[in-house]
């Protein structure tokens, strides 16, 4: 007799029975065939934690054990905490989302490419729709990496209201609100939180995301190094240790990702609101569950329904095809297109050291898979990620 929950969305059901079993096949697989070296993942539906498995190692030389409270270098995961903290802004009328951002930032003021002005809101900083770009999308030479402008991913000495300087003086790649791309936008997000709430960007996320939820292993600083997982870099021959400065390719027109695992563990590194955070699963799922729900205590529903809403709509979204953009991660338009088997509409987000997390509100579905090997673990770029979406929905 199949077991399924009823979600509160909608009258549609995921079934259960095996559905352990499934997820531990794909993992196993994974770990077996040297494309992870550890995993931590955690799927809730309905509310209820139907799965959670810590396996494989944290640090592979060292024979420590992956487990559920390990810290790992969230990398882009983090745009999902402080996209949050600034509609919580939003929310309580401090921030508006098609006010200026120089109202609060008078030096951040990029133009076009033809020298023309433009006006940047925090919409478009959210969705992706500023003109905006990053560096490792461009090549070596490009017009960021002569800025000197940091990822948030690398060591770097300079401050963060200094690489905000630095990304404003390169042109715009568009007209704000006019084209789509991924972007250094939401460093900019964690510069304007930092001059709205008037203290450090670490301070004002925990004030208004961590703190209210019971969120404490995750936030801009590692909390305990015993705890942070290593990271590792995909390979033919498997995962390699990841040295302290690394180039990781991603196809050749780009230079690719600048990675840096001594900077979690520098006290001196600027905050990179986009990529710079530190933390665990279990806080993940916990602000997923929050926003599913429907945004208590921090957000009203209007507000997480504006951060689901495709804002990116009739927009190309490379390196996700089938998919739209909300106001802090991608929303699933076309599951086909997309390549995976998803309900429409799923919000879906990963990072550069091996992670991906999914929400399906139709069906109560909650899911985050934290690895420790960046590419195969993240989303987009990974196999593993897809996988798991296959055995959840099969």
């Known amino acids: 007799m199949n077991t399924s929950i009823a979600t509160e969305e909608s009258s549609t059901a995921i079934t259960i029975d095996g559905l352990p079993d499934r997820i531990d096949a794909v993992i196993d697989m994974a770990i077996a065939e040297q494309r992870l070296v550890g995993a931590v993942v955690l799927l809730s539906l ?206 050749e027109e780009v230079e690719g990702l600048r990675l840096s695992p001594a900077r979690a563990l520098d006290a001196s590194a600027f905050p990179s609101g986009g990529a710079g955070m530190i933390g665990t699963a279990g806080d993940t799922l916990r602000i997923l569950e929050i926003l599913r729900r429907g945004g208590a205590p921090l957000l009203p529903t209007e507000l997480v329904g504006e951060m689901a809403t495709d804002h990116a709509a009739g927009m190309d979204l490379a390196p996700w095809p089938g998919r739209g953009f909300g106001l802090g991660f991608t929303i699933l338009r076309d599951p086909f297109a997309a390549g995976f088997a998803e309900t429409p509409g799923t919000w879906r987000m990963g990072g550069a050291y091996g992670h991906s997390w999914s929400v399906d509100r139709e069906k109560g579905l909650s899911v985050v898979a934290f690895t420790n090997a960046g590419l195969e673990g993240q989303s987009p770029g990974g196999r593993f990620p897809d996988e798991l979406a296959q055995a959840i929905y099969a």
């Open 46 to 251: 309905d509310g209820k934690l139907v799965y959670r498995r810590a396996a494989g190692l944290a640090d592979r030389e060292a024979n420590r054990e992956m487990r559920e409270d390990t810290l790992f270098r969230l990398a882009s995961v983090s745009k999902l905490y402080v996209s949050t903290a600034a509609m919580v802004l939003v929310a309580q009328g401090r921030l508006a989302l098609d006010e200026p951002v120089d109202t609060w930032l008078a030096d951040f003021r990029p133009k076009l490419a033809d020298g023309s002005s433009a006006r940047i809101t925090l919409r478009h900083l959210l969705s992706h729709t500023s003109g905006l770009g990053y560096g490792f999308l461009e090549p070596a030479d490009g017009p960021y990496h002569r800025a000197g402008v940091s990822d948030g991913m690398d060591l770097s000495d300079i401050s963060l209201e200094e690489n905000i300087r630095r990304i404003a003086s390169v042109p715009l790649l568009f007209q704000p609100g006019t084209a789509w791309t991924y972007s250094l936008a939401t460093d900019v997000v964690g510069g304007l939180i930092a001059r709205v709430t008037g203290v450090p960007l670490p301070e004002a996320v925990r004030e208004l995301v961590a703190t209210p939820l019971g969120i404490n292993d995750t936030g801009f600083e590692v909390v305990d190094p015993a705890r942070l997982a290593v990271p590792y870099v995909n390979e033919a021959s498997g995962p390699r240790r990841m040295a302290d400065s690394e180039i990781v390719p991603l196809w």
